[in-house]
């Protein structure tokens, strides 16, 4: 992920979403947030909710989804290898799935502040969780590595999470559509 135009100093939760109709809101979507701004809640018929916590570190299920410690600060190049559930790893295979990145300075005061809080934890302003950029999943490979016999159609019979690669693109903020490239990866770890 490469990220631009984001708050600098400030954490910015990102997420793999899955649900909804597994794509972005437009960028012209009102909002229940000040003045018409998109708070997280009102595009979950889009993007429906947290799959993947992209951390820098650590756990990465929905229950980080507001670690605000193990989020990138910032506009920082994101790069990281992670295990998901066999479920979410077929969710993404078939090209369900958004990544969300979270933190908008509305009011361009340099931090995460005004009146209205979070829909998400009502003890922040929306600022630190109203979504900022939305990229949609696109499979990029499908091939299977070593061209095992073994495998069917789903690729995870065996239970394994499959591991990918989300990276290769860039995400814009403020108002751009980014595109995720998804790698498959070698599923025998
Ligand atoms: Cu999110």
Do not use: K, W
């Not at 012209?28 to 429906?48: I, K, P």
């Not at 290898?81 to 479920?87: F, G, H, I, Y």
């Not at 009502?122 to 600022?127: C, G, I, K, V, Y």
């Amino acid at each position: 992920i490469t990220p631009q135009g984001l708050l600098e100093g400030a954490p910015h939760a990102q997420h793999i979403h899955i649900g909804g109709t597994n794509s972005c809101p437009s960028n012209d979507m009102e909002g229940s947030g000040a003045n018409g701004a998109l708070q997280v809640t009102d595009a979950a018929g889009s993007y429906g909710a947290i799959a993947v916590s992209l951390t820098t570190e650590g756990d990465t299920s929905p229950d980080s989804g507001l670690a605000v410690d193990r989020f990138p600060v910032g506009n920082p190049t994101y790069s990281r290898t992670l295990q998901v559930s066999p479920e979410v790893a077929q969710q993404i295979a078939e090209g369900d799935g958004v990544v969300v990145l979270h933190g908008v300075d509305l009011n361009g005061s340099g931090t995460y502040d005004g009146d209205v809080m979070s829909d998400l934890d009502p003890s922040l302003p929306e600022e630190a969780t109203d979504p900022a950029a939305c990229g949609t999943l696109d499979v990029a490979s499908m091939s299977m590595p070593g061209g095992g016999a073994d495998t069917g159609a789903g690729g995870t019979a065996d239970g394994s999470s499959a591991a990918f690669v989300v990276g290769g693109a860039a995400l814009v903020a403020a108002g751009g559509a980014g595109v995720i490239a998804l790698r498959r990866r070698d599923a025998e770890g």
